[in-house]
């Protein structure tokens, strides 16, 4: 098929090849993208990608894919220290055997949801063990470590200290009786172990906990906070952080650590899996190397570790800080270790660290009324979202949609039909599919000629001075929005073209009597409806990247750019592919279906019912044959109430989806030129609806039975 593109600079988008390293270039703007990395001692959920890994994937595609800037988006599994310890436990396996089950699953989890990483590594690399040694000795050689003896907590039948995820307690500023021993997660607070109400051990919580002396290796956070401080602020500014728990929008520090002051933290521990502690000499370093780093002292150092792990240049990101910005996403429960913590490491270090240029937190993604969890298995986790049929796009869409970019959010299975029915096949799908059938039916599936000149659209145009006004200046409100970051608002703003694009349809009045009354308007609202598609396929890239592909395809055109102005890109002559629907309506009754599968655990109420119900027994019965009996009615109550329209299960419910999405193939072949082929593929399409039918109406009937 003929392709007939625009030849211009920097209209196409330039796409690497996968054996390319991506390095900064001097006098450049390079950016260096990270996402929090995700602990390696579960599965991520929904909260969990929309607050880091998807959200730093969207900017990262907008940077690289549609802007053409060099940039490096990197990401990993964290995974040492007692989280990982704690879990191996539980599974009965060891900590290595443990992060590597995981770390497969969160890899398998991001290709699903098509997130693009340029490398995805991981912490247990003997890199990160030698970046992570080196940085501790640079602290002890600039006099940034001490040696303090504290007490620690001791389990006596474990007869070992015990690392802060091996106890849990009563916090004592909120009161929540499960805080961890590192931090709380009701109020948010960070801890001390000793500092538990009431101490239990994981391992055994009959075992008896106290306390006991031992040494351990501090950061002193105290001596350094003063530059810290000078360079959050001074990074907020340049940077135009999103308002967070350490400095607020007016940039004034409000971290409750920082007001009280900062403290010596700890850097060591009493573990066996993690980066061992290097031998230093001096009588303060004396038995430190029987221990290792504590996993909140090398896990950001992760960041570089795994960049040196992709290439041998890395030092070319991270120690490049007049070429390099560096952009961060996480969830606002990292945004201590990323802001106070990790920078003061980083400043102690006295090496010219790339350091933190723009921040961008989210609060939390919520569930259906409550919050995800994994111990009650409630919520979407990892690779279950494929369950669901629902296509990746689809996912992208709603969770960058409800993004809590400024407050918490609330996940629901309603709201996310409503927005694949309403928006992405009523508003963007229906405006393609429209345009690219009428290309296809009355233009012999090629770009008319509108009589434009290749280039921009005048502003002044005769005919559509308003709409192509209108489509500028939602253009330089996508880039604004983009550049800063408020990728809820660059979504938002992609259908607000697409929407600008169907009442462009609408008032032109495009159908087969403008055609014939005025080819020449019906060729140039098709050529410009037609280049919109165009340039809705560049904005769409970051947020549904197959749907983009999609488009791309059906307009037999390649990857493009995002444009500063709308333009006559796709000329005269160009043909296009094969027009196919891009997304499908999900039935509205699905909802209850995947609240009900994926509600976690239900009390055992029932169970417990008919145990009393078995005492309560007439005269002379007895227990068993009261439970009998109640058995008996049991099953007759269900028959009363299937024949009387019970409602259905959730394996009917999605079958009925099943028949119905096949039962549209049908009508679209149907609707096809006739042809012997196309006679084939119906006829087979047929026989797999019957099918299905059959299925459907079995599993009906056993619902009766049961």
């Given at each position: 098929?003929?392709?007939?593109?625009?030849?211009?600079?920097?209209?196409?988008?330039?796409?690497?090849?996968?054996?390319?390293?991506?390095?900064?270039?001097?006098?450049?703007?390079?950016?260096?993208?990270?996402?929090?990395?995700?602990?390696?001692?579960?599965?991520?959920?929904?909260?969990?990608?929309?607050?880091?890994?998807?959200?730093?994937?969207?900017?990262?595609?907008?940077?690289?894919?549609?802007?053409?800037?060099?940039?490096?988006?990197?990401?990993?599994?964290?995974?040492?220290?007692?989280?990982?310890?704690?879990?191996?436990?539980?599974?009965?396996?060891?900590?290595?055997?443990?992060?590597?089950?995981?770390?497969?699953?969160?890899?398998?989890?991001?290709?699903?949801?098509?997130?693009?990483?340029?490398?995805?590594?991981?912490?247990?690399?003997?890199?990160?063990?030698?970046?992570?040694?080196?940085?501790?000795?640079?602290?002890?050689q600039h006099d940034y470590l001490e040696r303090l003896e504290k007490e620690q907590t001791f389990c006596v039948g474990c007869n070992r200290f015990l690392a802060d995820r091996f106890v849990e307690g009563t916090c004592p500023h909120c009161g929540a009786d499960d805080a961890r021993g590192d931090q709380c997660d009701v109020c948010g607070r960070t801890l001390d172990a000793v500092e538990l109400i009431n101490p239990r051990c994981l391992v055994d919580k009959a075992h008896e906990v106290t306390t006991r002396t031992t040494a351990h290796m501090y950061v002193r956070l105290n001596a350094l906070q003063s530059r810290t401080e000078e360079w959050i602020q001074k990074s907020w500014k340049e940077g135009k952080w999103s308002p967070n728990a350490v400095i607020n929008a007016d940039g004034k520090l409000i971290d409750a650590r920082l007001k009280d002051g900062l403290r010596p933290s700890p850097v060591t521990r009493d573990l066996t899996w993690g980066v061992p502690v290097p031998k230093l000499e001096g009588k303060e370093h004396e038995g430190m190397d029987s221990k290792v780093l504590y996993v909140w002292f090398e896990a950001c150092i992760g960041y570089p570790s795994i960049t040196a792990n992709y290439t041998?240049?890395?030092?070319?990101?991270?120690?490049?800080?007049?070429?390099?910005?560096?952009?961060?996403?996480?969830?606002?429960?990292?945004?201590?270790?990323?802001?106070?913590?990790?920078?003061?490491?980083?400043?102690?270090?006295?090496?010219?660290?790339?350091?933190?240029?723009?921040?961008?937190?989210?609060?939390?993604?919520?569930?259906?009324?409550?919050?995800?969890?994994?111990?009650?298995?409630?919520?979407?986790?990892?690779?279950?979202?494929?369950?669901?049929?629902?296509?990746?796009?689809?996912?992208?869409?709603?969770?960058?949609?409800?993004?809590?970019?400024?407050?918490?959010?609330?996940?629901?299975?309603?709201?996310?039909?409503?927005?694949?029915?309403?928006?992405?096949?009523?508003?963007?799908?229906?405006?393609?599919?429209?345009?690219?059938?009428?290309?296809?039916?009355?233009?012999?599936?090629?770009?008319?000629?509108?009589?434009?000149?290749?280039?921009?659209?005048?502003?002044?145009?005769?005919?559509?001075?308003?709409?192509?006004?209108?489509?500028?200046?939602?253009?330089?409100?996508?880039?604004?929005?983009?550049?800063?970051?408020?990728?809820?608002?660059?979504?938002?703003?992609?259908?607000?073209?697409?929407?600008?694009?169907?009442?462009?349809?609408?008032?032109?009045?495009?159908?087969?009597?403008?055609?014939?009354?005025?080819?020449?308007?019906?060729?140039?609202?098709?050529?410009?409806?037609?280049?919109?598609?165009?340039?809705?396929?560049?904005?769409?890239?970051?947020?549904?990247?197959?749907?983009?592909?999609?488009?791309?395809?059906?307009?037999?055109?390649?990857?493009?750019?995002?444009?500063?102005?709308?333009?006559?890109?796709?000329?005269?002559?160009?043909?296009?592919?094969?027009?196919?629907?891009?997304?499908?309506?999900?039935?509205?009754?699905?909802?209850?279906?995947?609240?009900?599968?994926?509600?976690?655990?239900?009390?055992?109420?029932?169970?417990?019912?008919?145990?009393?119900?078995?005492?309560?027994?007439?005269?002379?019965?007895?227990?068993?044959?009261?439970?009998?009996?109640?058995?008996?009615?049991?099953?007759?109550?269900?028959?009363?109430?299937?024949?009387?329209?019970?409602?259905?299960?959730?394996?009917?419910?999605?079958?009925?989806?099943?028949?119905?999405?096949?039962?549209?193939?049908?009508?679209?072949?149907?609707?096809?030129?006739?042809?012997?082929?196309?006679?084939?593929?119906?006829?087979?399409?047929?026989?797999?609806?019957?099918?299905?039918?059959?299925?459907?109406?079995?599993?009906?009937?056993?619902?009766?039975?049961?």
């Open positions: 098929m003929a392709q007939k593109i625009r030849e211009a600079e920097g209209l196409l988008r330039v796409v690497p090849k996968p054996s390319d390293t991506i390095l900064p270039v001097d006098g450049e703007k390079n950016i260096l993208i990270t996402s929090a990395l995700p602990y390696c001692n579960n599965v991520p959920h929904l909260g969990n990608i929309i607050g880091s890994t998807l959200s730093a994937d969207v900017f990262a595609r907008w940077r690289s894919g549609t802007r053409n800037r060099k940039t490096l988006y990197i990401c990993g599994t964290d995974e040492y220290g007692t989280a990982s310890e704690t879990q191996a436990l539980k599974e009965g396996i060891t900590p290595k055997a443990l992060c590597d089950k995981y770390n497969a699953l969160h890899v398998e989890t991001y290709k699903w949801f098509e997130l693009s990483f340029d490398h995805f590594g991981r912490t247990s690399t003997p890199l990160h063990t030698e970046i992570s040694q080196e940085i501790y000795t640079n602290l002890a041998s240049d890395w030092k070319q990101w991270w120690f490049n800080h007049k070429n390099v910005n560096l952009y961060q996403f996480m969830g606002k429960d990292n945004v201590y270790f990323h802001v106070i913590y990790f920078p003061s490491v980083q400043l102690g270090d006295g090496r010219p660290w790339t350091m933190l240029h723009h921040l961008s937190t989210t609060e939390y993604l919520n569930y259906e009324g409550g919050k995800f969890s994994k111990s009650h298995n409630r919520g979407v986790f990892g690779p279950a979202a494929k369950e669901t049929g629902i296509p990746p796009s689809v996912w992208r869409y709603y969770l960058i949609s409800t993004r809590p970019e400024t407050a918490d959010a609330m996940f629901s299975w309603a709201d996310c039909i409503a927005a694949n029915n309403n928006i992405l096949l009523n508003n963007f799908g229906n405006f393609i599919n429209r345009v690219l059938k009428f290309v296809a039916s009355n233009y012999s599936s090629a770009v008319p000629d509108s009589g434009d000149a290749p280039g921009p659209y005048s502003p002044n145009d005769e005919s559509d001075a308003e709409f192509i006004t209108d489509i500028n200046n939602l253009l330089k409100e996508y880039i604004d929005a983009m550049d800063g970051v408020k990728l809820r608002t660059g979504l938002h703003t992609v259908m607000s073209i697409s929407a600008r694009g169907n009442l462009y349809l609408q008032s032109s009045g495009l159908n087969k009597q403008l055609m014939s009354e005025n080819p020449k308007r019906c060729a140039q609202v098709v050529s410009r409806a037609l280049n919109l598609i165009y340039v809705l396929t560049a904005l769409t890239h970051p947020f549904m990247p197959s749907t983009e592909s999609a488009i791309l395809a059906q307009l037999n055109a390649p990857p493009r750019a995002v444009p500063e102005v709308f333009a006559n890109d796709l000329l005269v002559g160009h043909a296009i592919g094969t027009p196919e629907h891009l997304f499908k309506r999900i039935d509205d009754k699905m909802a209850d279906v995947w609240r009900d599968k994926f509600a976690g655990a239900k009390k055992a109420e029932s169970a417990l019912v008919e145990a009393a119900d078995a005492t309560h027994v007439a005269p002379g019965m007895s227990k068993r044959k009261a439970a009998a009996e109640k058995k008996k009615k049991d099953k007759e109550a269900a028959a009363a109430a299937a024949a009387a329209g019970a409602p259905k299960s959730a394996e009917v419910l999605a079958w009925e989806q099943k028949v119905a999405d096949q039962a549209q193939v049908v009508r679209e072949l149907k609707a096809q030129p006739k042809s012997e082929d196309g006679d084939k593929e119906i006829a087979a399409a047929v026989e797999t609806l019957k099918q299905l039918k059959a299925e459907l109406a079995e599993l009906g009937k056993k619902q009766t039975e049961v």
